[in-house]
């Protein structure tokens, strides 16, 4: 059987939640896009008292189709196609039956675009973890899991969370339906009159002044289409106990709106009962047939399964991790067998010491498993576990160096600056929040005299980002490193330097001591917004953090050998004069935020 080792799943990366998202992302910003042109370019429905606005059951689904879109698009592409193919239908049949009222022919179409669109998005398959993993998988041994004697039934968890839904929105029919037949039959022996406004509560009433000076409060669709002083027709429904219904002719008792609310509750009821049904086929397809099954290290304790690659260092992080139907007591890492593919979000089971431990959800990161050799429990007297951080790189952590940083001599000064763009755009979108903020707190002020509020904001946005993302902030070389602070800079030889992490964002931190106390280089991250192509040379948190370590191993390496390093300290990046665009930047800010500033 092939052992898994490090080298084999380096590089593989599952994508992040932001690229995984990218496809119902699309989708809710396309579905937000149509309703926005429908409420833009739709003719305007106008209720007279010859044409009164009757309740539409059907285009309170529509309504309800398309709000439903964005929100069950994150949870079931397949349910928001289907629901996109939905409001198109009832789309083009309240266009017919309305044929006075009907969206303009391009608006039609590009409600068929939607869901073209939606069906696209949902037969597309999710993004992979790359050629890597594929050749894995297709070279190493393959063996079919044992088959366990209970399998558990998946997706329950989103099975549950239907039921409310549904339960909901059924409720939400009944009382709709209930609320309106029982106002229709009060409404059947009312009486019409003609009464006055009198004022506007709020935009959504107004009060009327009925024949006798009796008054009354009456719900509108928009009260300013109904000025004080005009004249208005009423249904008046005055029951023996004194409570009466009031409506008007034009606008007669409508509860129909409530049914886009149900819509939307059955609709996301159904994408969790598809989201259940889809958990639950990737999980029996892990017993189903062949899969690839690999020598490696586990532990596992209290239903939490972590696995090791077989050429695990002690120090170094467990692969993936996944919570598991038993409950092991041992804390001891043990040799095992992995069926599956090592990876986030895939689903993988480990058989140990003869017995077939069974997950119960995908394999998830493991950053929170113990380190490979590190005591679980906790156990002072054992002995301590080297630093991940201080391990010496692996030959495939150096190839996926840059070359430059990698065969350059002691001499070679490198430098690292955080890339432009973003930092740009970092300085720009900085102050926006606040200055939101602060238009709702001051009054309305004269154009100029909000440039001067916004000036001197927008001048400490430009002058921080300068310091903290534009600038160049590290350089090294094989004598040791130069950080510039925010404040300062430091120079340190790699002796003073106890570590260097970094994390996806691509902050890499520089420890100057065991306690963690260090500096903090931003680099690109590991699943970055911004697309490589305006990178330009930026290395990621990890290639930066690669490179300084190589550099340190080289080093210590040196003065093990006793070679006398005549190499001089690198010098501190030169903070260069801030350039002209970062001034023009500052100009057009103040300009464009000074009428944000007066909205």
Excluded: K
Aim: aromatic share 6%.
């Amino acid at each position: 059987m092939t052992p898994l080792l490090t080298a084999d799943v380096f590089g593989w990366t599952v994508r992040h939640a932001r690229r995984r998202r990218a496809r119902p992302l699309l989708v809710a910003v396309a579905a937000i896009a149509i309703l926005s042109l429908h409420v833009a370019f739709d003719p305007p429905i106008e209720c007279s008292d010859a044409a009164p606005c009757g309740p539409d059951a059907l285009n309170a689904v529509l309504l309800g189709l398309v709000v439903a879109l964005p929100v069950v698009a994150f949870v079931s592409l397949p349910v928001t196609a289907w629901l996109a193919a939905g409001f198109f239908a009832a789309d083009v049949v309240w266009q017919v039956a309305h044929s006075a009222l009907a969206s303009p022919a391009w608006l039609t179409g590009a409600d068929a675009g939607l869901v073209v669109l939606a069906f696209v998005a949902a037969r597309l398959a999710p993004p992979g973890l790359g050629s890597g993993a594929e050749m894995w998988a297709a070279t190493t041994s393959h063996r079919t899991p044992p088959a366990p004697r209970v399998l558990p039934r998946y997706g329950r968890g989103w099975r549950l969370l239907a039921v409310p839904l549904l339960l909901a929105a059924l409720a939400v029919i009944t009382a709709a339906l209930v609320s309106q037949s029982r106002a229709d039959a009060r409404l059947d022996g009312a009486r019409r009159v003609t009464a006055e406004v009198t004022a506007h509560p709020d935009e959504y009433s107004i009060e009327v002044r009925l024949p006798g000076d009796a008054t009354a409060r009456i719900t509108v669709s928009e009260a300013s289409e109904h000025p004080v002083g005009g004249r208005v027709a009423v249904l008046v429904a005055e029951d023996g106990a004194g409570d009466g219904l009031y409506q008007l002719v034009s606008e007669p008792y409508d509860t129909s709106g409530w049914l886009s609310l149900a819509v939307l509750l059955a609709g996301l009821a159904a994408a969790c009962l598809a989201r259940a049904r889809e958990r639950a086929a990737a999980a029996r397809a892990l017993f189903a047939g062949e899969q690839p099954a690999t020598e490696v290290y586990v532990w596992a304790l209290g239903g939490r399964v972590a696995v090791y690659a077989t050429d695990a260092r002690p120090g170094e992080p467990a692969l993936v991790e996944f919570f598991a139907l038993t409950r092991d007591s041992s804390q001891d890492i043990r040799p095992g067998v992995l069926f599956g593919v090592p990876a986030q979000r895939h689903w993988c089971a480990v058989a140990v010491d003869g017995e077939f431990v069974v997950p119960r959800g995908p394999a998830r990161s493991a950053r929170f498993s113990p380190v490979f050799g590190g005591p679980a429990g906790g156990d002072p007297d054992l002995p301590a576990v080297p630093d991940a951080a201080r391990l010496p790189l692996r030959p495939e952590e150096i190839m996926a160096l840059r070359p430059g940083d990698v065969s350059a001599g002691p001499e070679t000064v490198h430098t690292h600056r955080h890339n432009r763009f973003s930092g740009y755009a970092t300085v720009v979108a900085s102050c926006l929040p606040f200055l939101v903020v602060l238009s709702r707190l001051l009054p309305t002020l004269p154009y100029w005299a909000a440039a001067a509020v916004t000036a001197p904001i927008t001048a400490i946005a430009c002058v921080s980002g300068w310091r903290m993302f534009l600038r160049p902030r590290v350089s090294w070389n094989g004598a040791g490193i130069s950080i510039v602070g925010s404040i300062g800079a430091r120079l340190l030889v790699w002796s003073e330097v106890h570590a260097v992490r970094a994390d996806r964002r691509g902050a890499v931190t520089v420890e100057i001591d065991r306690n963690g106390a260090g500096l903090v280089v931003t680099a690109r991250g590991e699943h970055a917004w911004l697309p490589r192509a305006l990178s330009g040379d930026e290395r990621t948190g990890a290639q930066l953090a690669g490179a300084l370590r190589l550099a340190a191993e080289r080093a210590a390496a040196r003065a093990r050998d006793r070679v006398r390093d005549v190499v001089s300290l690198p010098p501190a990046p030169v903070p260069p004069v801030a350039p002209a665009v970062l001034y023009a930047a500052w100009l057009v800010e103040t300009l464009v935020y000074a009428l944000v500033l007066r909205l």
